[in-house]
């Protein structure tokens, strides 16, 4: 297993467009999360799964964000209408059982410019 | 809600000298407490894990401490090399709401 893949690396698209972000994660892990990161900050929560569920979601993922896991495996998370807001780093992250006792192994991250 | 403050927010140093890196959280019930690397427009690559019940890790020039009770951990780099630049993040666990919490990082730069 080569770790966590997120794929586009880079996504430049035009405002009031949409956007779908793909994550594979480690495929033992039974966890998934998304974050954002903006230059100069860490990361922040944005929602996780457990399996294809989805437990919970961050206030900062408007409605204009859904995040899809089916069957459990790959995610992906779209942004729909994006604003200029949007743009930042998105990254994913994977770990196994509740408490991570390996820790998150993260993606590279997908880098979205809104223009 | 969890707090995490990492200080120095940047640091330049000069090759081979020792780094020290502080990371401050505000709720102590924690899993967990992940040390990450981050270069410039790169994804997170982590370096070392500290269970709670755990007051250190070491991995090659790298330990990390943690002090549960007082909300800290320090990251030490021993004698820093220009390929040490980037960005060291904190993240801590909870036992909670099963959350990772980051610091904004800090930044560090060694000089040759």
């Known amino acids: 297993d080569t770790g966590v893949s997120q794929d586009p690396r880079h996504k430049i698209t035009k405002r009031g467009q949409n956007v779908t972000f793909r994550c594979d994660p480690i495929?033992?892990?039974?966890?998934l999360y998304w974050y954002r990161q903006t230059l100069g900050q860490g990361p922040e929560f944005l929602t996780y799964f457990q399996n294809e569920a989805q437990l919970e979601k961050s206030r900062l993922l408007s409605d204009r964000f859904s995040a899809e896991r089916p069957k459990g495996s790959f995610s992906t998370l779209e942004i729909q209408r994006t604003e200029q807001g949007d743009s930042a780093m998105y990254l994913c992250a994977s770990s196994l059982g509740f408490s991570s006792p390996s820790g998150y192994t993260f993606g590279s991250g997908t880098r979205l410019t809104v223009v | 809600k969890q707090e995490v403050t990492q200080i120095p927010a940047a640091l330049s140093v000069p090759e081979g000298e020792n780094l020290v890196l502080n990371c401050s959280f505000t709720d102590s019930a924690i899993y967990n407490l992940q040390w990450f690397r981050q270069d410039p427009g790169k994804g997170l690559t982590s370096l070392l894990l500290i269970q709670s019940s755990q007051r250190e890790q070491t991995s090659g020039r790298l330990n990390a401490s943690l002090d549960k009770s007082s909300g800290r951990s320090t990251l030490y780099i021993a004698a820093s090399q220009p390929g040490d630049s980037a960005t060291y993040l904190c993240a801590v666990f909870h036992s909670n709401d099963y959350k990772l919490s980051f610091g904004a990082g800090t930044t560090v730069t060694v000089r040759a």
């Open positions: 495929s033992e892990h039974n966890r």
